[in-house]
């Protein structure tokens, strides 16, 4: 994931989209970041090649996808699976969640991601009680 790959224009534009996340990327990315997610360390809106993934863990090669429902239309999928044939060509190991999936279940989303990165064995930690945020 060398800067020298990337263009300054994508660059701007992973920063751009950090700054404006669906809730459901949100309520993952409070999961992943900072290590808690069994020390794994994920970086959000990361450039790789010619897209920009959701969230990326360059140490297991794994990239994790939320999809909302514009996702389902032909025209995405197409896009989608071009774009995960790249990735994969790449090396990299892609999983796809709908956003309501991650909203409802965000501790069976973090099992898999879990599971995908080859940390099965290894005890959960218990989730945190949720944050509410302070206007």
Same mark, same amino acid.
């Given at each position: 994931?060398?800067?020298?790959?990337?263009?300054?224009?994508? /660059?701007?534009?992973?920063?751009?989209? /950090? /700054?404006?996340?669906?809730?459901?990327?949100?309520?993952?990315?409070?999961?992943?970041?900072?290590?808690?997610?069994?020390?794994?360390?994920?970086?959000?809106?990361?450039?790789?090649?010619?897209?920009?993934?959701?969230?990326?863990?360059?140490?297991?090669?794994?990239?994790?996808?939320?999809?909302?429902?514009?996702?389902?239309?032909?025209?995405?999928?197409? /896009?989608?699976?071009?774009?995960?044939?790249?990735?994969?060509?790449?090396?990299?190991?892609?999983?796809?969640?709908?956003?309501?999936?991650?909203?409802?279940?965000?501790?069976?989303?973090?099992?898999?991601?879990?599971?995908?990165?080859?940390?099965?064995?290894?005890?959960?930690?218990?989730?945190?009680?949720?944050?509410?945020?302070?206007?």
């Amino acid at each position: 994931m060398g800067h020298d790959l990337v263009s300054s224009r994508q /660059r701007r534009n992973a920063k751009s989209m /950090r /700054r404006v996340m669906t809730d459901a990327e949100l309520k993952l990315w409070n999961e992943l970041r900072a290590h808690r997610l069994m020390g794994l360390s994920f970086r959000r809106q990361v450039p790789i090649g010619l897209y920009i993934v959701d969230f990326a863990c360059s140490d297991k090669k794994l990239i994790v996808e939320v999809d909302g429902s514009q996702h389902a239309d032909a025209e995405h999928v197409e /896009r989608d699976v071009e774009r995960s044939a790249y990735l994969k060509s790449s090396g990299w190991t892609i999983l796809r969640f709908w956003n309501d999936d991650v909203i409802r279940d965000i501790d069976n989303v973090c099992q898999h991601i879990v599971i995908e990165a080859g940390l099965a064995g290894a005890e959960m930690p218990a989730s945190e009680p949720a944050r509410e945020s302070v206007p």
